[in-house]
């Protein structure tokens, strides 16, 4: 029991016990006193900036990052048990581990939206020894605009036979309001030959190519297409394909 506890109960609560409403008004404080003291001590996380945050519009293939500030606003050291993600596409650095009483430690978090499309939510769960918020959840949520939407996404040339070609029809849509035009269309493999209708997507619109595979040698087919643009927002354009040639 505190020193001021001890106090109030020898001068104050002790004689006042004959007075039943007295004494029931400084039992209470006391109690009040007692639990402000308890509650000042031990450990306690913080987080300043909050544990929800709207990452809004987010172009894909760009990644995100958020520094935040986790305080320690208790009387012991708290110690960062474990921080870990929701998924792979997000990463989460913590500064250091252990935070002393009254101070920060920054957490930075990065987001990749390669390969992503529509709205996320991405988490990041950090674990304490925090008694009272022993595990934190903090929620990201933002949308990922496509810049170029392709269709399908992969070419699939299923099986084919020396000798007989097969052609696939790939479409691009430009979802942003620039002109992108396409300045190279390579294949990793001698066998596929890009042919494209036009060099210029116009914005909102969309033109066609067609993937044409000649196959000349057995095997499988495995690797990606890739045209390089004069967009900033959507440099290199990758359709993967499949396949195989029997």
Request: contains cysteine; glycine residues 6%; proline residues 4%.
């Amino acid at each position: 029991m505190s020193a001021e506890i001890l106090l109030l109960r020898k001068w104050y609560i002790l004689p006042a016990m004959h007075n039943t409403n007295v004494a029931q008004r400084i039992l209470f404080f006391a109690i009040v006193i007692c639990l402000g003291i308890t509650s000042s001590y031990g450990q306690a996380i913080r987080i300043e900036e909050g544990m929800a945050f709207d990452l809004g519009k987010i172009y894909e293939g760009r990644s995100v990052d958020r520094k935040l500030t986790i305080q320690n606003v208790g009387r012991d050291t708290l110690v960062i048990n474990n921080v870990h993600t929701s998924c792979g596409c997000t990463v989460a650095k913590l500064s250091s581990d252990r935070i002393l009483p009254g101070k920060r430690e920054k957490l930075t978090v990065t987001i990749d939206s390669k390969d992503i499309q529509g709205d996320i939510k991405r988490d990041v769960y950090i674990a304490s020894n925090d008694t009272a918020s022993p595990k934190l959840d903090l929620v990201f949520r933002g949308t990922i605009i496509t810049v170029v939407v392709v269709t399908p996404r992969y070419v699939n040339f299923g099986k084919a036979k020396i000798g007989q070609p097969v052609q696939r029809h790939v479409t691009l849509k430009n979802t942003v309001s620039d002109t992108i035009r396409v300045r190279t269309a390579t294949s990793p493999d001698e066998q596929i030959t890009i042919q494209l209708a036009d060099s210029v997507i116009v914005p909102r619109q969309e033109f066609g190519m067609d993937i044409l595979l000649s196959p000349k040698s057995k095997g499988n087919l495995l690797g990606q297409l890739q045209l390089t643009t004069d967009s900033r927002l959507k440099p290199t354009i990758k359709i993967s394909f499949v396949g195989a040639i029997k």
